[in-house]
């Protein structure tokens, strides 16, 4: 008889208790694939921290990852689940029942985070009680077998005694496969089941009564930021794990709160409504300066003051609390969307319905504003009501109420090296909704330059600028400012994005070499 051990190795209980882990999450996934992505405990739990997150730590995240912020922290999620699992294991086959409670305790964990997101019901639990019926069932199982595999030593003496041992490997090696692939099973299906990419191309957007002028096509400064953003270069941000699906036929839009006449508004009923098309040019609060969280489109939407009208908010009222889908709040100044501005529902992005993560079916677009008081994707309510008796999520965690884009501008070109003689310098600035009407360079911190300014089509976008430069030999420091069109000039003092936007002028040190022969 080969010797056996009590206790297996560390390495193998820990492998015992990720293969029981992602078990666990497999089968989660499975289950919220039925009841909803926001079920899932990956999901879940990283939308409660996300929720929890400071704004410098978000701030640093938007600034370091970009849109991959949301991929990197639900990997980082699944790491720690899997890293607490492969502890339970290492419990559980030192003593049977050892590691149970830690698993417990985990998918409690994920109820706990399921049932506080925004429109929960009871049905959340379901994605975590599989997590625990199948992971606890595997963990348990998997230990009984780890425990009762020969040493290392007893291995190699005895052939049927290491085949034991490879058996096991093979045998947990193929579950922990099927696990994943089981898994990415149950997020595709869920990702499938409701089909809103069939839906959105099902869609045909009216002709707008009043269509947006034509884009500008002066020629800007060679390697410089074009007038019209590229969709796969628009930025993303928002707090949103998985892109909401609401297929537009779906959709309805409720107008409450404290006004004369509710509203409900399906999708349908938005279409038929008399549309315009703008180019509006939108901006993250958590852009620094010299950022690159901005960016151009072309708006279709429903004027969105119309409908308040219609809906008659009552005296006292000062603020649009939206609600996205997936439950983000966003509150906008009322002022701002019966100013005459071109605030929109907008449904359309430069020609077709909007992309799913920019909104589809339907999103705020409203000018002058930073995005997290004004740009609701997945819009489904529009609450009248005032500051003083409701709290935006953005609001309750630090940042401004109010929040009116501050006049910006960035150098593009040159980028850090350049030949001496005639340089082309050039860049955009923006100050939505005022417009930009001067836009200046300098060198060394001499005088100020006027820089050439590009053509738009009106002041709530971006102006692209240039401005030619003699250049000589050594190392140069360019800054540029811009003026809106009140006659105010940007800011020099520096400020970082929280709480309502950061400040100060861009800078770039050029090193610029011997001219070209």
Same mark, same amino acid.
């Given at each position: ?160 005694? *290491?085949? @034991?041992?490879?058996?096991?490997? !093979?045998?947990? =090696? +193929?579950? #922990? %496969?099927?696990? &994943?692939?089981?898994? $990415? ?104 300066? *010299?950022? @690159?969280?901005?960016?151009?489109? !072309?708006?279709? =939407? +429903?004027? #969105? %003051?119309?409908? &308040?009208?219609?809906? $008659? ?205």
């Amino acid at each position: 008889m080969p010797h056996r051990t009590p206790v297996a190795r560390p390495l193998r209980a820990a492998w015992v208790g990720v293969v029981a882990g992602c078990a666990g999450l497999a089968a989660a996934e499975v289950v919220a694939a039925f009841v909803g992505d926001n079920a899932s405990p990956l999901v879940a739990v990283g939308a409660t921290v996300v929720d929890a997150t400071p704004p410098w730590l978000k701030d640093w995240a938007v600034r370091n990852l970009g849109s991959s912020d949301k991929s990197v922290l639900l990997g980082v999620v699944a790491m720690v689940v899997l890293l607490l699992a492969a502890v339970a294991g290492v419990q559980e086959v030192r003593r049977p029942r050892g590691g149970v409670p830690l698993v417990v305790v985990l998918c409690a964990a994920a109820c706990l985070a399921a049932v506080n997101r925004p429109g929960a019901g009871p049905w959340v639990l379901l994605p975590a009680v599989a997590a625990l019926a199948v992971g606890g069932w595997t963990l348990v199982t998997l230990a009984r077998r780890a425990r009762e595999l020969p040493s290392r030593d007893a291995a190699r003496a005895d052939e049927a005694a *290491g085949n @034991d041992r490879r058996a096991f490997l !093979r045998h947990t =090696g +193929a579950g #922990l %496969a099927g696990a &994943l692939v089981v898994g $990415g099973l149950g997020r595709a299906f869920g990702s499938q089941r409701v089909d809103v990419a069939a839906s959105r191309a099902a869609v045909r957007l009216p002709t707008p009564l009043s269509p947006a002028p034509a884009a500008p096509v002066a020629a800007a400064a060679p390697g410089a930021t074009p007038f019209v953003t590229p969709l796969s270069d628009f930025y993303r941000v928002d707090t949103a794990l998985v892109v909401p699906r609401v297929r537009a036929e779906d959709w309805t839009l409720r107008i409450t709160g404290e006004v004369a006449r509710p509203l409900t508004l399906t999708f349908d009923q938005l279409l038929a409504r008399p549309m315009v098309e703008r180019w509006v040019t939108l901006t993250c609060v958590s852009n620094e300066v *010299g950022g @690159d969280l901005a960016g151009t489109a !072309r708006w279709l =939407g +429903a004027p #969105l %003051a119309d409908l &308040l009208r219609e809906a $008659g908010p009552l005296d006292g009222a000062d603020m649009v609390l939206s609600r996205s889908k997936d439950g983000m709040t966003i509150g906008t100044p009322l002022a701002a969307l019966l100013d005459g501005r071109d605030a929109l529902l907008a449904v359309g992005m430069d020609g077709a319905p909007l992309p799913l993560e920019r909104g589809f079916p339907v999103r705020m677009v409203v000018p002058g504003l930073y995005g997290y008081v004004s740009a609701t994707k997945w819009v489904v309510e529009l609450e009248v009501t005032r500051f003083s008796d409701a709290t935006a999520y953005w609001s309750s965690r630090g940042w401004s109420e109010q929040a009116p884009v501050k006049t910006a501008s960035r150098i593009d070109v040159p980028r850090s090296r350049a030949s001496a003689g005639r340089v082309q310098v050039g860049g955009v600035a923006w100050a939505q909704h005022r417009g930009v009407s001067k836009v200046e360079v300098r060198v060394d911190g001499g005088d100020w330059a006027q820089a050439e300014l590009l053509p738009v089509p009106s002041a709530d976008t971006w102006r692209q600028w240039r401005w030619e430069w003699d250049a000589t030999e050594g190392e140069h420091e360019l800054e540029v400012r811009a003026t809106d069109g009140t006659g105010a000039v940007q800011t020099a003092r520096r400020a970082a994005p929280a709480p309502d936007g950061a400040t100060g002028y861009d800078s770039r040190t050029v090193r610029v070499s011997g001219a070209r022969t």
